[in-house]
C-alpha cells in the first residue's frame, strides 16, 4: 500500500485543465521539496514530467505545471490534449531517505 | 544519448535468488546516483533501491531491506541488484534509472523477474 495516495482516475475533455493531487505526510512530501511526476503511456517506460515540485525537465510541455502545499503536491495540466491519457504518478523523498511512489491516476481524454 | 539496457531477468522458484544487470552508455556512469524500482504488471511502480557513484552509499525500501543488495562496477558502466529469498509478491517488471535532482531523469525498458511454484 502507497504511503502516497492519488485519485484513481481524472477526466477532461480536450482544452481543459486538470488537475491531479498526490497527499502525503509530513514525513515525505510535507518535509521538503524533493517531489517528482512521471508519466507512463500503456507499455512505455516511465517518463519524468516534473521535478523538485514545480521544475520541468528540457523537452516537457509548459502545459505541465506542478506545486505543493503542506502535505500535497499537484500536477496540472493545462489545454489537456489527446496525447495526454495515460497514467501519472507522483513520487516524493522521505525523511528516511528513501523514495516513495503513489498509486498513480489514470487521466482519461474525453 | 543515455541507455540503460536491463537484463538477468527469469522464471524462478519461491525461495530462489536472482542478480539484475543494467549496462549504461551515454553519460558519465560514475557522476550519477542510480536506481532500482519495480512495476507489477498493470499497476503502480515500487522504488526499490539506490546508490551513489562511488558505490558507497545505498539506501533501500524497507520491503527489500536485508533481502535485496544494490552494487556497480564503474569501470564496466554496470548496476546490480541482488535479490535473495523471492517471493511471488517480486514478481514484476524490473527498471533501473538514473537520478537526477532527487528524480529518475532516464529509465531502461526493463526486465522482468516471475516467482513461481
Known amino acids: 500500500q502507497s504511503a502516497l495516495t492519488q485519485p484513481a482516475s481524472v477526466s477532461g475533455s480536450p482544452g481543459q485543465s486538470i488537475t491531479i493531487s498526490c497527499t502525503g505526510t509530513?514525513?515525505?512530501?510535507?518535509?521538503?521539496?524533493?517531489v517528482s511526476w512521471y508519466q507512463q503511456h500503456p507499455g512505455k517506460v516511465p517518463r519524468v514530467m516534473i521535478f523538485?515540485?514545480?521544475t520541468r525537465p528540457s523537452g516537457v510541455s509548459h502545459r505541465f505545471s506542478g506545486s505543493k502545499s503542506g502535505n500535497t503536491a499537484s500536477l496540472t495540466i493545462s489545454g489537456l490534449q489527446p496525447e495526454d491519457e495515460g497514467d501519472y504518478f507522483c513520487?516524493?523523498?522521505?525523511?528516511?531517505?528513501?523514495?516513495?511512489f503513489g498509486p498513480g491516476t489514470t487521466v482519461t481524454v474525453l | 544519448e543515455v541507455q540503460l539496457v536491463e537484463s538477468g531477468g527469469d522464471l524462478l522458484q519461491p525461495g530462489g535468488s536472482l542478480r539484475l544487470s543494467c549496462v549504461a552508455s551515454?553519460?558519465?556512469?560514475?557522476?550519477?546516483?542510480m536506481e532500482w524500482v519495480r512495476q507489477t504488471p498493470g499497476k503502480g511502480l515500487v522504488w526499490l533501491s539506490e546508490?551513489?557513484?562511488?558505490?558507497?552509499?545505498?539506501n533501500y525500501a524497507d520491503s527489500v531491506k536485508g533481502r535485496f543488495t544494490i552494487s556497480r562496477d564503474n569501470p564496466k558502466n554496470t548496476l546490480y541488484l541482488h535479490m535473495n529469498s523471492l517471493t511471488v509478491e517480486d514478481t514484476a517488471v524490473y527498471y533501473c534509472?538514473?537520478?537526477?535532482?532527487?528524480?529518475?531523469?532516464?529509465w531502461g525498458q526493463g526486465t522482468l523477474v516471475t516467482v513461481s511454484s
Open positions: 534509472a538514473r537520478g537526477g535532482d532527487h528524480s529518475s531523469d532516464y
Open positions: 551515454g553519460f558519465s556512469f560514475s557522476r550519477y546516483w
Open positions: 546508490i551513489n557513484g562511488d558505490g558507497r552509499v545505498t
Open positions: 509530513s514525513s515525505d512530501v510535507g518535509a521538503h521539496k524533493y
Open positions: 523538485d515540485v514545480s
Open positions: 513520487r516524493s523523498f522521505t525523511t528516511s531517505s528513501t523514495y516513495v
